[in-house]
């Protein structure tokens, strides 16, 4: 059996003033878009960091920086499908994701499963190897008027 690889991905985005919020890939009509170079679905973001991170393959702004203009506006799951063929290419692919939003709005839970099997066909996982939790900041400030994601991942 090959070792395991444990990687921990983090990313945040502000809101926009309109377009639509995307996170884990799918969409919440009715909640505006975040601020990004790409379409700013930091669940995504967050996964994609966790994957690259473990298999030692840098970060999200290294395989697809922000400083290309071709890469304007790309899809979550575009970000996601890179770094999938990246960490094929390496050998590797992911075992679980354990993921956790945090924001004030929207709530998580009512959309969770969605989540869970978007992200899980995606990766390529069992949908119960992929866990999607989500926390308030209770008025902390951590977060601001956006949204931030944590995620833990083990490759195999």
């Known amino acids: 059996m090959s070792e395991s690889l444990v990687g921990l991905g983090f990313d945040v985005h502000p809101r926009a003033d309109d377009g639509e919020l995307r996170l884990g890939g ?11 170079h ?3 679905d930091v669940v995504c973001h967050a996964v994609a960091d ?23 506006g790309i899809a979550g799951d575009d970000v ?18 354990d993921i956790t939003v945090v ?12 989540i869970r099997e978007h992200l899980a ?7 119960e190897r992929v ?3 989500a926390t308030r900041p209770e008025g902390l400030g951590l977060t601001g008027d956006g949204v931030a994601c944590l995620v833990l991942t083990v490759l195999r």
């Open 26 to 36: 799918v969409a919440f009509p009715g909640e505006p878009a975040l601020v990004g």
């Open 38 to 40: 790409s379409d700013g």
């Open 50 to 72: 966790a994957l690259l991170g473990a298999a030692g393959l840098g970060d999200l702004g290294e395989l697809l920086p922000d400083t290309d203009p071709s890469l304007a």
């Open 80 to 97: 996601l499908a890179r770094t999938l063929g990246a960490l094929s290419d390496a050998g590797r692919s992911a075992s679980s994701l």
């Open 103 to 114: 924001c004030d709005r929207p709530a998580i839970s009512p959309r969770r499963q969605e």
């Open 121 to 127: 066909a995606i990766v390529g996982l069992p949908v």
């Open 131 to 133: 866990s999607v939790k």
